[in-house]
């Protein structure tokens, strides 16, 4: 994955703008978080292959922390603490927050076509 | 090696095997004794992507699949991916589970299952697959039915279950795990970082942490 580029994200963004989009959506701290740190505990949830028509769709924030919101029909789609994307050969726009040691922290991923499985 | 002696090994994630019981796996490859590694998922929910990144959530099946893959030949032991999702095995039908992992079992006929011990494992995954892997196990007549050895990793598993009945020093068979781990190189890194309380490199952290392995013995209690 790159290093977000705003503008080319929004870019991206506009052009799933009034289209049925298939979204992964997920969060966690890890199935371990309780094992490794008695304090902390498991945190995570994730839907897959939703499909949602939205009529804006905006990134903001800055290289530390980006936001995306996506205004559907009745409600929004919302995700914080992106910093990386790849737009990969299926089209797909990935953004993903990982911490410094590369693990995953928050994953939001629009499609034209289903997520496998 | 006893006649017709065959274990499979049941685990719902890549790395899994290597982790918890590579060591003891590669004992019986030592001696003749053909191992078979039921796989659930192929970890598609893992997290460690490395940094920089090599791996989106999209492409992580993939490349785990390769490493499984890559991890069952150093092994030298079959294997057989059953086709679930990382993270969801709790929700599936615990009977449907039990009864996809007997359809195998009765067909390789084993001496032994190795599986996490339910309640004891950490991972939802793990609690859930070790249950339906027992259950699965207990559907055969007992003068039929293999061992089981059920892996605890939880914390302060010893003051509820005791001591595991089965400990072993896998010192000969280190560098057989050693190589498994390493072929789950997306996780390896990751999971032995998580490990780490110091500067010590990766062989050190591995020798320190996992060159022994325990299992408790599974009773079926006949009513
Ligand atoms: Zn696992």
Redesign the pocket.
């Known amino acids: 994955m790159e290093k977000i580029k705003a503008r080319l994200i929004q870019d991206y963004l506009n052009q799933f703008v009034d289209r049925p989009v298939y979204i992964h959506l997920e969060t966690t701290n890890g199935a371990y978080a309780t094992h490794h740190n008695r304090e902390a505990y498991n945190v995570g949830a994730f839907i897959r292959n939703a499909q949602v028509t939205f009529s804006q769709a905006k990134i903001s924030g800055d290289e530390k922390s980006y936001r995306v919101g996506l205004k559907t029909g009745n409600g929004w789609v919302y995700a914080e603490g992106l910093r990386d994307y790849q737009i990969d050969q299926h089209k797909r726009l990935l953004l993903a927050g990982h911490d410094d040691q590369g693990r995953l922290l928050v994953t939001l991923e629009l499609s034209l076509q289903p997520f496998t499985n | 090696m006893k006649k017709d002696e065959h274990v499979v090994v049941i685990?719902?994630?890549p790395?899994?095997e290597a982790f918890g019981a590579a060591g003891t796996i590669a004992r019986f490859r030592k001696q003749g004794v053909p191992v078979t590694y039921l796989c659930g998922t192929l970890g598609e929910m893992g997290r460690n992507m490395g940094n920089p990144t090599f791996a989106t959530r999209e492409t992580l099946p993939e490349i785990r699949q390769q490493e499984l893959m890559n991890a069952c030949r150093s092994l030298d032991i079959n294997l057989e991916q059953l086709g679930y999702r990382d993270k969801t095995l709790e929700f599936e039908d615990q009977d449907r589970l039990a009864t996809h992992l007997f359809r195998y079992l009765e067909k390789i006929k084993p001496t032994l299952v190795i599986t996490h011990y339910p309640g004891y494992a950490v991972?939802p995954?793990?609690d859930a697959f070790g249950a339906a892997a027992i259950e699965a196990v207990n559907r055969f007549e007992p003068n039929q039915r293999p061992e089981v050895w059920a892996l605890a990793i939880k914390k302060d598993k010893e003051k509820d279950l005791g001591e595991a009945d089965l400990q072993f020093d896998i010192t000969d068979t280190f560098e057989d795990k050693l190589a498994a781990i390493v072929a789950h190189k997306s996780q390896a890194s990751g999971i032995l970082g998580g490990l780490n309380q110091g500067p010590a490199s990766l062989d050190q952290i591995v020798k320190d942490k996992l060159s022994h392995e325990a299992f408790y013995q599974w009773s079926f209690n006949e009513v």
Do not use: A, G, L, Q
């Open positions: 685990f719902p994630h790395d899994d991972h995954d793990h």
